[in-house]
């Protein structure tokens, strides 16, 4: 298994960045790398996120994990792979 770590130290607020992470549908205003983005129900497990990422073909992500002001857990499963990715503040 492959695995990457990233951090960004910030200013803001939990909240915040929360607010920005719950809105998907506005994700494209602030990641220019997103062409095209749609959320399919409400931020909670379960919940799928179509996103076409700039040049490239749609990706859908499913919600396995929200918990607000601490993190969420998106993966997009292709070709027998598993992209998991945990975002957390």
Do not use: C, Y
């Not at 990233?6 to 997103?34: H, P, Y």
């Amino acid at each position: 298994m492959w695995q990457h770590e990233s951090t960004f130290d910030s200013s803001a607020s939990r909240e915040a960045i929360w607010n920005l992470w719950a809105d998907v549908e506005n994700w494209g205003s602030w990641n220019d790398d997103i062409e095209q983005i749609e959320l399919r129900g409400d931020f909670v497990p379960g919940a799928e996120i179509s996103m076409t990422p700039a040049g490239q073909e749609a990706v859908v992500l499913r919600l396995t994990e929200v918990r607000k002001n601490e993190l969420f857990v998106d993966e997009a499963r292709f070709d027998g792979v598993v992209l998991r990715t945990i975002h957390r503040l």
